[in-house]
Each structure stands twice: as structure tokens, then as C-alpha cells.
């Protein structure tokens, strides 16, 4: 007989060190406590539920694989009836209230000596947000993807905080050094569900909104470090602004995409020569200094560019101030990227509106 153990629960598995002896907190048919034991992972196992039917069914599949002699059953709210003498405790498939209300009732878990192995199914940055105020760590966290759903698993232990901002929060420092291939799916989940928000207080605005709009920007700055593939593309742009009989020309505005997935927006108040462009280390920049006052308005922000479509994110203040989606064209230009459209959301001034603008300077490198 084969145990039925979904992607989460090996990845729990995973997560415990050999030897270890384990409290399944939630063990519903007790698939993961019979996996740690068949497969030698750990040597002894309580396995508790606060349902006596799920219970039971753990109760027959330990018989079935011949391990009742390392395993006991309890039926259990948390850990309340559950000896104290493991060192491992595995909460899955719970919600971070469920997970936060056995952590309040365990005020003795506050020891170096006990693990958390912790995979939670909903409001994650309320878990992580708890964990912190009461001293716990994040030392691993990895992710796992059961059909369209993708879960965190995390190890945790009492003493060493590493929540330092509202950002790890929401995408923890362990979570980005995992390396996991799943990360940018995650990565996009998690922004666009903040973007959301940001969208459906932007009417109102207030506290609240602009509270959003930092963590949106906070989650924008780690696009590329969590995106699949980093761009690699050289290349400045500016926006077709229109001119008149006059020989008086509008404001310019140019993007600049550095290889290294930066993007900066700057702001030209009359015509300037393209001559103030130049390469620094290889990347497109700008030959900008504090006396140069032909140039203004700078915002900076990261980029990426998947299955030919560019999305940029300008901030300031660690706040989202410009996104813009679109897409490049070769038309008539010498460069399959000589032309870039772009549909422009602007929150510092509340509006939406397409762009295009043209390649002016900067050879491009490794275009995909």
C-alpha cells in the first residue's frame, strides 16, 4: 500500500532532520507521521487531532504498515494533551489563526530545544508578523505546489528573529534564499494580491492605501531577484512627445533598462542632445550631476521581460509611483526592439494612459 502524501506534506517531510522525534499536530489520516516512520526519518512519533474520526483512520493505517510500536495517538486540541518530550512539531494545513492559537496556548515552545515545522495555508505574512513579535526565527522556507495551489513550509525556532521590516513579511529573507524554481509564480501571487488591494483603496486613498502602496513597492524592489530569468538588455527610450512650428518642444521623458534589471525614469524639461548619454561599466546611463538642471524628475524601479512582454515598476519613497505593461516592435527600425508600447498607470496622479516611445541610444545586448 502506497501512502497518499501530497507535494506539501513531503515537503514538510523534507524539513525534518533524521532522528528527530516529532509531534504531527493535525495529523488527520496520519499520512505524514507513517512517512517520517516508514521511510526512518524519525524515530518515534505523536500523532494528535482535534476530530476523533481522523483520529481513528490513523489509528488502522499505523497497523496496516506495522509501526504502532513508535507511534501514539492523541486526541488533542494543539498540543494540549500532548507529552511535552518531542523535539519537532509539525503544524499542516491549517491557517495562521488555527496555528497562532496553539502557539498561544504552548507559551513553553519558547525553547531553543523545539523545531516548527509550519506549513500554512492562509494569511502567511499574520503568521510571520506573529512569529517575530514573540522572538521566534525563520531559518528555512521553501515552497511547495500542489496542482494550482502553491504552499510555504517553514522551520522555525524560539531566539533568533529575522523579520527586520514590513517586506519580510510577506516574502521572508529564508524564503528568497530557497532558490526554489516555484518562487516567481509565488513571487507574482503575492504582488499581484497586494496590487489589488492597492487598486481597491485607490478610490479612498487614506492611511490604509498609502500603507499598501509601500508594501507594493517594497515587494516591486525584489522583482528581479525573484524573477525566472533576469533580463539582460541595454537600451534608452524616449517617450514621443510632441513639438510645434515654434521649435519649443514638450517635456521629454526617457526610460532607461539596465542590464541588471534596474529602470529609471527621467524627465527632460526642454530638447536635450543625446550626447548627454554615455556608457558607464557597460550599462546605459545618463551623464546626470547635481548641477545639471536640464535634467528632473527622476524615479527608479526594476523591470522584467517574459515571452516578449516588459513590465516596470518606478518607486519612490518606497512607494509604487508608475507601473507600465507593454510591449516591444521592431516596425521599421534597424532593432527588434526599436519601439516600445506601454499602457502607463500613474498613482501619483491617479491616471491611465497608453505611451510609445522610440529607441534613442544604447546598443542592446543578448536580446532574447
Known sequence: MKLPLSNRLRKCAEFVRPGAFVADVGCDHG??????LTQGIASNVYASDVNEGPLQS?????????????IKFYLSDGVRNVPRDFDTLICAGM???????????????????????LQCQSKRPELRRYLAAQGYGI????????????YTVMEVRFGSP????????????????CG??????????????????????????????????????????LRTQCSSKAPR??????DDYPGDDSGDFEPMQYLLFFPDGRVRSCVCPKFCNPSGLYQDAGYAYFSMKNNDESWNDFQDGTYTIENGQL??????????????????SSEDGPFLRSHLYVHVRNFEQNTDAPRHYHFDAIEQENTP
Do not use: C
Open 31 to 36: 499520512y505524514l507521521s507513517l512517512h517520517l
Open 58 to 70: 490513523a489509528v488502522i493505517n499505523a497497523a496496516k504498515f506495522g509501526v504502532n510500536d513508535k
Open 95 to 117: 491557517g495562521a489563526d488555527t496555528m497562532i492559537s496553539i502557539l498561544e496556548a504552548a507559551p513553553w515552545l519558547k525553547n531553543e530545544g523545539y523545531t516548527l515545522i
Open 139 to 150: 531559518l528555512r522556507e521553501d515552497l511547495a505546489q500542489d496542482g494550482k495551489f502553491i
Open 162 to 177: 529575522t523579520a527586520e521590516k514590513e517586506l519580510d513579511y510577506y516574502i521572508s529573507p529564508a524564503l528568497l534564499r
Open 180 to 221: 526554489s524554481p516555484l518562487l516567481p509564480a509565488f513571487y507574482n501571487r503575492v504582488t499581484d494580491g497586494i496590487r489589488t488591494i492597492v487598486e481597491g483603496l485607490r478610490r479612498s486613498g487614506g492611511e490604509k492605501y498609502e500603507e499598501f502602496r509601500h508594501i507594493l513597492g517594497e515587494l516591486e524592489s
Open 233 to 238: 538588455f541595454n537600451g534608452v527610450y524616449l
Open 311 to 328: 513590465r516596470y515598476t518606478l518607486f519612490y519613497e518606497g512607494k509604487v509611483f508608475e507601473e507600465g505593461q507593454g510591449w516591444f
